[in-house]
Protein backbone atom coordinates (compact mmCIF):
# COMPACT_ATOMS: atom_id res chain seq x y z
CA UNK A 1 0.00 0.00 0.00
CA UNK A 2 1.62 3.73 -1.15
CA UNK A 3 1.91 6.25 1.66
CA UNK A 4 -0.52 9.18 0.55
CA UNK A 5 1.30 12.34 0.56
CA UNK A 6 1.85 15.01 3.24
CA UNK A 7 -0.47 17.52 1.32
CA UNK A 8 -3.09 14.64 0.19
CA UNK A 9 -3.59 13.50 4.25
CA UNK A 10 -3.62 17.26 4.71
CA UNK A 11 -6.56 18.00 2.98
CA UNK A 12 -8.80 14.52 3.63
CA UNK A 13 -8.45 15.33 7.00
CA UNK A 14 -9.19 18.87 6.17
CA UNK A 15 -12.05 17.92 4.39
CA UNK A 16 -13.29 15.71 7.47
CA UNK A 17 -13.30 18.30 9.58
CA UNK A 18 -15.74 20.79 7.35
CA UNK A 19 -18.18 18.11 6.73
CA UNK A 20 -18.14 17.27 10.44
CA UNK A 21 -18.60 20.74 11.16
CA UNK A 22 -20.88 21.22 8.92
CA UNK A 23 -23.42 18.08 10.04
CA UNK A 24 -22.89 19.75 13.74
CA UNK A 25 -23.12 23.26 12.80
CA UNK A 26 -26.73 23.25 14.22
CA UNK A 27 -26.23 22.19 17.93
CA UNK A 28 -23.10 24.36 17.70
CA UNK A 29 -24.51 27.85 16.63
CA UNK A 30 -28.33 27.57 15.96
CA UNK A 31 -30.24 30.08 14.49
CA UNK A 32 -34.18 30.76 13.48
CA UNK A 33 -36.28 33.80 12.57
CA UNK A 34 -39.93 34.19 13.83
CA UNK A 35 -42.42 37.40 12.48
CA UNK A 36 -44.77 38.99 15.27
CA UNK A 37 -48.10 38.54 14.37
CA UNK A 38 -49.71 42.06 13.39
CA UNK A 39 -46.53 43.96 13.24
CA UNK A 40 -43.96 44.48 10.71
CA UNK A 41 -41.72 42.77 12.87
CA UNK A 42 -39.31 39.88 13.36
CA UNK A 43 -37.22 38.59 16.02
CA UNK A 44 -33.97 36.69 15.23
CA UNK A 45 -33.17 34.14 18.21
CA UNK A 46 -29.59 33.03 18.30
CA UNK A 47 -27.61 30.43 20.47
CA UNK A 48 -27.88 26.79 21.58
CA UNK A 49 -31.24 26.13 21.65
CA UNK A 50 -32.56 28.66 19.45
CA UNK A 51 -34.55 26.25 17.40
CA UNK A 52 -36.13 24.82 20.37
CA UNK A 53 -37.08 28.79 21.71
CA UNK A 54 -38.48 29.29 18.42
CA UNK A 55 -40.61 26.71 18.51
CA UNK A 56 -42.09 27.70 21.75
CA UNK A 57 -43.59 31.03 20.35
CA UNK A 58 -44.60 29.20 17.40
CA UNK A 59 -46.42 26.90 19.17
CA UNK A 60 -47.97 29.43 21.64
CA UNK A 61 -51.59 29.02 22.32
CA UNK A 62 -52.05 32.77 21.70
CA UNK A 63 -50.46 32.80 18.24
CA UNK A 64 -48.65 35.76 18.71
CA UNK A 65 -45.90 34.56 16.42
CA UNK A 66 -45.48 33.17 12.96
CA UNK A 67 -42.90 31.93 10.60
CA UNK A 68 -42.12 34.98 7.84
CA UNK A 69 -41.20 35.52 4.65
CA UNK A 70 -40.32 39.47 4.62
CA UNK A 71 -37.25 41.23 3.70
CA UNK A 72 -34.86 42.63 6.08
CA UNK A 73 -35.66 45.26 8.76
CA UNK A 74 -33.50 47.11 11.21
CA UNK A 75 -32.63 45.94 14.19
CA UNK A 76 -34.27 47.55 16.92
CA UNK A 77 -32.09 46.44 20.16
CA UNK A 78 -30.42 43.07 20.81
CA UNK A 79 -31.34 41.51 24.40
CA UNK A 80 -29.07 38.19 25.11
CA UNK A 81 -30.32 36.21 27.77
CA UNK A 82 -28.56 32.77 29.00
CA UNK A 83 -27.22 30.81 25.51
CA UNK A 84 -29.20 32.82 23.69
CA UNK A 85 -29.19 36.24 21.91
CA UNK A 86 -32.81 37.63 20.82
CA UNK A 87 -32.37 40.50 17.76
CA UNK A 88 -35.76 42.27 17.37
CA UNK A 89 -35.75 43.74 14.04
CA UNK A 90 -38.34 46.22 12.64
CA UNK A 91 -39.47 49.79 13.28
CA UNK A 92 -42.86 48.81 13.48
CA UNK A 93 -42.48 47.92 17.17
CA UNK A 94 -41.49 51.65 18.30
CA UNK A 95 -44.10 52.94 16.14
CA UNK A 96 -47.15 50.96 18.14
CA UNK A 97 -45.25 49.86 21.38
CA UNK A 98 -43.28 52.59 22.03
CA UNK A 99 -39.49 53.74 23.30
CA UNK A 100 -39.39 51.52 26.32
CA UNK A 101 -39.88 48.21 24.18
CA UNK A 102 -36.33 47.29 23.85
CA UNK A 103 -35.80 47.72 28.58
CA UNK A 104 -39.26 45.80 28.91
CA UNK A 105 -38.19 43.26 26.76
CA UNK A 106 -35.10 42.89 28.81
CA UNK A 107 -36.86 42.72 32.09
CA UNK A 108 -39.23 40.05 30.60
CA UNK A 109 -37.00 37.80 28.92
CA UNK A 110 -34.43 38.52 32.27
CA UNK A 111 -37.02 37.78 34.93
CA UNK A 112 -37.61 33.83 36.19
Known amino acids: MKKLPALALALLILSAIIIGYSLLSDYFSSKCTVGIVGYDA ?5 GSGAKNACDELLLNENHY ?4 DKPA ?6 VKVNSLTYTFKGEDLIKKVGPGFCADIQKGLASP
Do not use: E, L, N
Open 42 to 46: VIDIK
Open 65 to 68: FSTF
Open 73 to 78: RPVICV
